[in-house]
């Protein structure tokens, strides 16, 4: 979704998107899909290979999330270079509990 350039200006140094690299997409999927659908994302991209969830408000897109399988078997040392964590704003304490999905965290 393109943004008007009259609001691109107001979300300037905004994140716009992440990428997050997961294992194993089929299984990661379920438990991204509860996390972000209770934060207010909707699914934009639905493919074998690539998941895709954006947050938008007003017809403005805000944000996105996307999904896509690892194509190293290489295990994750969260110190080295690359992403260290995520984290995303609750809108109160009792929000941090509130997603619940039969699905593991990945």
């Given at each position: ?20 690299t ?67 704003r ?17």
């Amino acid at each position: 979704m393109a943004v008007p350039v009259d609001q691109g200006a107001r979300l300037r140094g905004a994140v716009h998107h992440i990428d997050l690299t997961v294992r194993d997409l089929a299984a990661s999927t379920p438990f991204y899909e509860a996390l972000l659908g209770f934060l207010g994302y909707t699914r934009a991209k639905h493919e074998a290979a690539l998941q895709v969830w954006d947050l938008v408000e007003g017809g403005r897109l805000l944000g996105g999330v996307a999904l896509r399988a690892a194509h190293s078997a290489r295990s994750h040392d969260r110190t080295s270079a690359g992403l260290h964590h995520l984290a995303f704003r609750a809108a109160a304490p009792l929000d941090r509990g509130a997603p619940t999905s039969t699905a593991p965290m990945p």
